[in-house]
């Protein structure tokens, strides 16, 4: 129950209430912390690893930053990556955000973010930016994109189709990550976990390809998959698993959406 701003813990007596952290952030990281301060047991389960990614091309491609009209960012890592080259945003060329996280930790750093869709997801950007190119010709607009090593077509195919001209350039690699998988495989056969939360579908795919697809499916046939947006959600549904999606994709909301779950557990 949430009281005043305050988060009243629910008991959860006889019930699992261990929640699986699949983010790479470290036991202390920002959402396993806010699960602890609601009360919740947390397993740091980091599926996935951020490492740098293709240095020499993204150190060019920021050389001549400013040859392009825009600037995307589908993620706070692609902020990090660039930002660390390039402090200080490049004038007269403009910039977009995927979703209202990855905004904030632009404008935090003194980055004006100049299209955000109220969908934090690729199709709702190229949606935003059909809209904000409506009436114009957007044909030959040069667009940069630094991205995941996985980073889905979605973003890139979806503006080249309105005439945009995307290059995409690795700003950093995802890879799985090691895990104690002794120890998950413990907790799935004590049934002992009541959620899984997963920030992005690498975790998904990582976290199914560590446990195998057996021991992933009897985590999932017990615990409830919280997933912080729908593009996650969707690659949790094709592996055939429901997921609840956050009610709002930040990792605050994931936190609240999970404990929430928890509290209307039956």
């Avoid at 209430?17 to 609601?38: F, K, N």
């Avoid at 692609?78 to 209202?100: H, K, M, N």
């Avoid at 979605?154 to 090691?178: I, K, M, P």
């Avoid at 975790?203 to 998959?225: I, K, T, Y």
Wanted: with cysteine; proline share 6%.
């Amino acid at each position: 129950m949430i009281l005043g701003g305050m988060v009243s813990t629910p008991s959860l007596r006889g019930s699992p209430r261990a929640v699986v952290v699949t983010r790479a952030e470290g036991s202390d990281g920002p959402l396993s912390r806010e699960l602890r301060e609601m009360g919740l047991e947390v397993l740091s389960w980091p599926a996935v690893a951020t490492v740098p990614g293709d240095a020499a091309t993204l150190d060019t491609m920021l050389g001549a930053v400013r040859s392009f009209d825009w600037i995307v960012f589908a993620s706070r890592n692609a902020v990090a990556a660039v930002l660390a080259r390039l402090p200080t945003p490049p004038e007269g060329v403009a910039v977009a955000a995927v979703g209202r996280a990855t905004a904030l930790t632009l404008r935090e750093r003194g980055w004006p973010v100049d299209l955000v869709p109220e969908d934090s997801n690729a199709a709702a950007l190229v949606a935003a930016f059909a809209l904000h190119w409506s009436g114009t010709n957007a044909a030959g607009v040069r667009v940069l994109y630094p991205a995941s090593s996985r980073a889905l077509p979605t973003l890139a195919a979806g503006l080249e189709q309105l005439g945009a001209r995307v290059t995409q350039v690795e700003a950093y690699r995802t890879e799985g990550a090691s895990l104690d998988l002794a120890e998950c495989r413990t907790w799935i056969a004590k049934e002992g976990i009541a959620a899984v939360t997963f920030a992005s579908p690498s975790a998904v795919s990582e976290l199914a390809r560590s446990l195998g697809d057996p021991d992933f499916a009897r985590l999932l046939a017990r615990a409830r998959a919280v997933a912080i947006g729908r593009t996650t959600a969707r690659e949790l549904e094709r592996r055939g698993h429901a997921a609840v999606v956050a009610e709002s994709p930040t990792l605050h909301g994931l936190a609240l959406t999970t404990l929430r779950l928890l509290q209307t557990r039956p």
